[in-house]
């Protein structure tokens, strides 16, 4: 099993330009969630999607849309990067509730606005 | 906004000795959680405890949630070089979300 795959590993975009992030599970997960982590901060959820076919927004998802497309895979949409978007992001899932079950992430990506 | 707070930001111990971080958080919770996070790597889980639990074991890891002062401890004895990682609890929000704490960094010195 590959886990959570997300791609690119590194992206570097300049600002107004759009990207999409991709995320894919092979774990039959439920659940799938998109954080931020920026420099001496947690993580923070950006978006989740409880099931497929649900989304749903979390902390801090201005400037971004998801798509769930089918039960393994869920994209991160940027419209018009922003500097402040600059920052590591990560894919993850689980069975089910969030904090019912451990969360697997993948590798990251790391994104840079200029 | 951030649910659970680590302490201490950040511990350097010899490798051979224990090392100790908590977390609080500030509204109740179902369950709390421990996650590592190596250097440009993604975060593993380490550990899960209901808010019914007062300590939780695993191998090297112990766990204990106090949920009357809205606390946690993370343990890790025996330390070893493989352990320099950043450490972050997390608690559920709600069914969906779980909140990170901004984490504590560990260095084992050889």
């Known amino acids: 099993n590959a886990g959570v795959t997300q791609t690119p590993k590194f992206q570097v975009l300049k600002t107004g330009q759009s990207m999409t992030l991709q995320c894919a599970q092979d774990?039959?997960?439920?659940?799938m969630y998109w954080y931020r982590q920026d420099p001496g901060m947690g993580l923070r959820l950006i978006y989740y999607?409880?099931?497929?076919?649900?989304?749903d927004k979390g902390e801090v998802p201005n400037g971004y849309n998801v798509s769930r497309l089918n039960k393994r895979e869920f994209s991160l949409r940027l419209e018009s990067a922003a500097p402040s978007q600059t920052s590591v992001y990560f894919c993850a899932s689980n069975e089910g509730q969030a904090g019912s079950y451990e969360q697997y992430f993948g590798p990251g990506t790391r994104l840079t606005v200029t | 906004s951030q649910q659970g707070e680590e302490d201490p930001q950040a511990l350097s111990i010899q490798e051979g000795e224990n090392a100790t971080m908590n977390c609080s958080y500030k509204?109740?919770?179902?369950?709390l959680q421990w996650y590592r996070q190596n250097s440009g790597r993604g975060l593993v889980h380490l550990i899960l405890i209901r808010s019914n639990e007062r300590e939780k074991h695993s191998g090297r890891l112990r766990v204990t949630l106090d949920t009357s002062k809205k606390s946690s401890s993370l343990l890790i004895t025996a330390s070893r070089a493989a352990d320099t990682a950043s450490y972050f609890c997390a608690t559920d929000e709600n069914d969906y979300k779980l909140s990170f704490g901004a984490g504590t960094t560990v260095t084992v010195r050889a």
């Open positions: 509204t109740s919770i179902n369950n």
């Open positions: 774990m039959n997960h439920n659940s």
């Open positions: 999607s409880a099931s497929e076919g649900t989304t």
